[in-house]
């Protein structure tokens, strides 16, 4: 089992930029993809962008392609989602996870630890 701490989150105008960090420890991640999911209020949980173990493979959901970046540096046990041109609509909950898949699945399901979130917030 892995342990992810999120960081990074605040209050932010729309256009603006913030930069999320998940940290690991208990094991080091480079055996495992990573993926960013979010939660708005009364919203069910959502995939954002996952990158496989190997930073070869990188999905991301339409509605941040372009926008969001995610990114991994193993030396630090750590995964990056860099988000520019943030919009209201991006106001949520961001909750990095952890799978031994070696693709990058969608799937809530498929992701066996979670960090605990941290709250971006996008004001118009």
């Known amino acids: 089992q892995v342990q992810l701490v999120e960081s990074g989150g605040g209050l932010v105008q729309a256009g603006g930029s913030l930069r999320l960090s998940c940290t690991a420890s208990?094991?080091?991640?480079?055996?495992?993809?990573m993926a960013w999911f979010r939660q708005a209020p009364g919203m069910e949980r959502e995939f954002v962008t996952a990158?496989?173990?190997?930073?070869?493979?990188?999905n991301y959901v339409d509605a941040v392609r372009s926008r969001f970046t995610i990114s991994r540096d193993d030396t630090k046990n750590t995964v990056y989602l860099q988000m520019n041109s943030l919009k209201p609509e991006d106001t949520a909950v961001y909750y990095c996870?952890?799978?031994?898949?070696?693709?990058?699945?969608?799937?809530?399901?498929?992701?066996?630890?979670w960090g605990q979130g941290t709250q971006v917030t996008v004001s118009s």
């Open positions: 996870a952890a799978t031994l898949r070696f693709d990058t699945p969608e799937q809530a399901m498929a992701y066996n630890d």
């Open positions: 208990g094991r080091t991640l480079d055996t495992y993809g």
């Open positions: 990158i496989n173990w190997s930073g070869t493979l990188k």
